[in-house]
């Protein structure tokens, strides 16, 4: 009986790290998806399956498994409709690996009530632990009804329910805590993947992400001849920001700004923060014309914006924007060129658009 234990609990850990890899960087949680929610449903179903196909034999012609632990997992990641539809796949399991009867039917009744029940616990505002335990509890009075209606032997029916009882709780917990590691460990990979390629504090694309579009955009340009415009923008005098309401106000600033970016781009376009109070707008299939509009349009809304300090008050900032364009300027050197004319901006007097056309490149 111990090595089937053994091999219950490998079976359930094995699953939940399956589980784990799957929807890694697409956790599974009650506000999912539908689609998302029935595939961990199916899933779970199957490790459930799986879990009575290697049940525990207690004593000859009595076996006992941990199918309920599955839908205890599935109602905690995706709530009442996941949990009831892996109970659904183990409940018709169960009538297909073993033979039919009142057994059967008993068998299959009360797995749907595990399922309904342990989705139902999903609202309590306890903690998981707390809230996993309650389910893995409900289930086990679930089982143990069912066993008291298909076993008639009175010492018999104990026996398997207390080996019921004693094997699920102490599964029980084992599977809890590698589904609080696996789940803690996605979570981190999440959020090193998102800081790798997201500004920290304004939530926008990195320069490293920016490098990576502007690559496959010049790329593009290069293949298909798709036109494609690029901003750079920079605050103007932002030392002198910080310098009079000091660096959380400026950070605060940054992050404004960025929203406003982002609010006022298209789509299809890709803001980042470069660095510093350096961003960049790229825009595919945006023509000179269109591009030039619209960081002339940018430049006057934050013109006319009143920026928030932490303490409430209002102050103004402006900005400078060198632009290009694909096709009127080398793919490759559109950032270069972009650069030169924000500077150019800066030099002729800031809060102000620089924008030249492929005539105009040499005589900068």
Known sequence: MLKDFVINGTIVISGLFIMGQIFRNHPVRPHSSLKLKLLAALLFGLIGAVLMEFSIRIVPGVIADLRHIPVAFAALYGGVPT?????LIIAMARIILFPAGPEALVAFGGMLLIGLGCGLLTYSKARPLVKFTLMNLFSLLIITTSLFINIPDASLFFETALYHWCISIIAGFLAFYTYIYIDQSNEAFRKLKEYSTKDFLTGLNNSRQFTIFFNTYVQRAKERGEPFSLLVIDIDHFKEVNDTYGHPNGDKILQELGQILSDAARPVDIVSRNGGEEFSVLMIDCSYTEAKEHAEHIRAMIEQHGFTTLDGDRIHITISIG???????????????ADRLLYEAKRTGRNKVCWVDILQQDGL
Not at 83 to 87: E, N
Not at 323 to 337: K, L
């Open 83 to 87: 949990a009831l539809v892996s109970a």
């Open 323 to 337: 632009g290009a364009s694909f096709p009127e300027t080398n793919a490759e050197e559109m950032y270069h060129f």
